[in-house]
């Protein structure tokens, strides 16, 4: 995603056909696709892996390429191209620092949606049996026929379901301070 987004917001015949593929990924719903893909394909880390790979790219490309655009015409990236630097030493050593601070959060929020997916296919019985998971123990847990009907949900049920949650929680967190200190002016401070 970040290669091309440098690419897309160099160049720009070539962002604008990158930024149609992109526009084709991001309508394509990923949770759905997940399930899809895990009947079909063996239940792994792996295969999770091969599925964010497949299609995480898009929205870090799209930030990237924004930010490139952005930074381009600054007065520094200028008096490189006038001291007569390639287009490599200014993609390299100018633009592509400017984007560490939203490839890191943009790696945090995909973090979160690995997380949310592994659970969730385990949780449905799509992911792999071998490996112990909260989404795994969510889905032995209601597979007790009287779970609700007795206090076994606050055993089974309720520590996993929070241990998810506070994780997220706390990506999320995370992420909104990387995002407040990679920008100070969402911070609110003058």
Not at 10 to 16: V, W
Not at 28 to 37: A, D, K, N, Q, S
Not at 94 to 104: C, K, M, R
Not at 117 to 131: I, K, R, Y
Request: glycine letters at 10%; charged letters at 15%.
């Amino acid at each position: 995603g970040v290669a091309l987004g440098l690419i897309g917001g160099t160049y720009d015949r070539s962002g604008f056909a990158i930024m149609r593929v992109v526009d084709v990924f991001v309508v394509i719903p990923r949770f759905p696709l997940i399930v899809f893909l895990a009947a079909f394909l063996r239940p792994g880390f792996w295969t999770l892996v091969l599925f964010f790979f497949l299609f995480g790219w898009p929205k870090t490309t799209r930030l990237v390429r924004s930010q490139i655009l952005s930074e381009r015409y600054n007065g520094y990236v200028e008096a490189a191209v006038a001291v007569g630097a390639g287009d490599l030493r200014i993609l390299v050593r100018h633009l592509l620092p400017s984007t560490f601070s939203l490839t890191l959060v943009r790696f945090i929020v995909e973090f979160q949606h690995v997380i949310i997916a592994e659970s969730g296919l385990s949780f449905l019985g799509l992911g792999d049996p071998t490996v112990k998971s909260w989404g795994a123990i969510l889905h032995y847990a209601f597979e007790y026929p009287t779970i609700f009907i007795s206090d076994i949900w606050v055993r089974w049920a309720l520590p996993p379901g929070m241990c998810i949650m506070l994780v997220v929680l706390g990506l999320t967190f995370v992420g909104f301070s990387l995002e407040s200190w990679v920008n100070p002016r969402l911070s609110g401070e003058r």
